[in-house]
């Protein structure tokens, strides 16, 4: 079975601009959550993915925003891009409740210029 | 306001020595998490805690789950420069979603 796959793995973006991150699911995971980890810090989490509905958001603003296909990928959206968005960006999936676990991928590391 | 907090932040400590990191909350859990994150990689799931007074074995590493199930505890017994990382407790928060406690950067020198 494949693990969680994280696309791209570094970008470097300018303040103001948009970006997607994207990423792929374990196979047999229904559930994908987004977080955010500044250097040295715990992942702070961002938002849930379930059957293609976002099922409960951490402290972010609305620019943050997401999707989840019929396939259970999933894509992180962040417009109007700070300086403090600057962080590794993981994704991780389930197959339900979190007792069981999260599987991450590698994260995508998000430089804001 | 932070509700898993971790200590110490950070552990820098020479091979063979022994060590216990601390995931505190004043908040119930139904179960405890532990992971651990090498540079460049995600967090790996190291071991879960459901029940209060719970105590789990892996290798050189000791979980416990308070009595209260609002804290929990990592022993590393004999650390290995390759037990080096950052190590996470989480749990399950408003309706079940994973939070994160602060971290613990843990440097193991030869």
């Known amino acids: 079975e494949t693990g969680v796959t994280q696309s791209p793995t570094h970008l470097i973006k300018t303040r103001g601009q948009q970006v997607t991150l994207r990423c792929s699911s374990q196979?047999?995971?229904?559930?994908v959550s987004w977080y955010q980890q500044a250097l040295g810090q715990g992942p702070q989490f961002i938002f849930q993915?379930?059957?293609?509905?976002?099922?409960g958001r951490g402290n972010f603003p609305p620019r943050f925003s997401g999707l989840q296909f019929p396939n259970y990928s999933s894509e992180l959206n962040v417009n109007a891009l700070e300086l403090d968005d600057s962080a590794l960006y993981l994704c991780?999936?389930?197959?339900?409740?979190?007792?069981?676990?999260?599987?991450f991928g590698s994260g995508t590391r998000l430089t804001v210029v | 306001t932070q509700l898993l907090e971790q200590s110490p932040q950070f552990l820098s400590i020479q091979e063979g020595e022994n060590l216990t990191v601390y995931c505190n909350s004043s908040?119930?859990?139904?179960?405890l998490q532990w992971y651990r994150q090498e540079p460049g990689e995600g967090p790996v799931l190291l071991v879960t805690?459901?029940?209060?007074?719970e105590v789990k074995k892996l290798k050189r590493l000791t979980f416990q789950f308070g009595d209260a199930r609002k804290d929990s505890s990592l022993h590393i017994t004999a650390a290995q420069t390759g037990d080096t990382g950052l190590y996470l407790c989480?749990?399950?928060?408003?309706?079940?979603?994973?939070?994160f406690g602060t971290g613990t950067r843990l440097q193991v020198f030869p």
């Open positions: 989480a749990g399950p928060y408003n309706t079940d979603k994973l939070i």
């Open positions: 991780a999936s389930s197959s339900g409740q979190s007792r069981y676990g999260y599987t």
């Open positions: 805690v459901v029940t209060g007074g």
């Open positions: 993915y379930y059957r293609e509905e976002e099922n």
């Open positions: 196979s047999g995971h229904n559930t």
């Open positions: 908040s119930v859990f139904s179960s």
